[in-house]
């Protein structure tokens, strides 16, 4: 297990102590998985978390005001990962690999709302969103994404 940054707090949502995040990582349903936090070197159990399109609204056991929420504004927000699952929005100069065959490697990556988008230059130049179930696996060591060839075959948009 990893502590990682799994987004940053952005504002108080409600009165209750419900705070919104603006998400790190690539597949949002992890965060429903999410049983306890770190914010500010404190750890607190996580007794809700809904998610929206562009962020997602966390309530924190202690955190029960909207004051209280106030104060972890633009705060980042920590939680222990597997690291097999830990996909990151960070892929610059990750290698890509479909199949066992490797199309090249991330040189950019855009977010223009709804997903990541990433380029990636190979023998092709690909353009890709990083959308739910796309990523297998992630070898953070070697730097290698390893994507589903079925999802991959569908949302790949190859550059002239």
Not at 132 to 158: C, E, H, M, P, W
Request: net charge negative.
């Amino acid at each position: 297990m990893e502590l990682v940054c799994i987004g940053t707090i952005t504002k108080p949502q409600a009165l209750k102590g419900e705070f919104r995040v603006k998400p790190s990582l690539a597949n949002i349903k992890l965060y429903k998985k999410i049983n306890s936090v770190v914010v500010s070197n404190t750890e607190y159990q996580v007794e809700k978390v809904i998610l929206r399109d562009v962020f997602v609204i966390f309530k924190l056991k202690g955190i029960d005001t909207c004051e209280q929420a106030e104060n972890l504004r633009n705060i980042e927000i920590f939680a222990y990962l597997d690291n097999s699952i830990i996909p990151s929005v960070d892929y610059m100069d990750y290698m890509v690999n479909v199949n066992e065959t490797t199309l090249g490697t991330i040189v950019d990556v855009n977010n223009y709302g709804a997903t990541d988008i990433v380029s990636i230059v190979g023998k092709d130049n690909i353009m890709l969103p990083i959308i739910d179930g796309l990523i297998i696996s992630v070898d953070r060591d070697k730097k290698v994404l390893y994507l589903n060839n079925d999802i991959f075959t569908q949302v790949a948009v190859y550059e002239d």
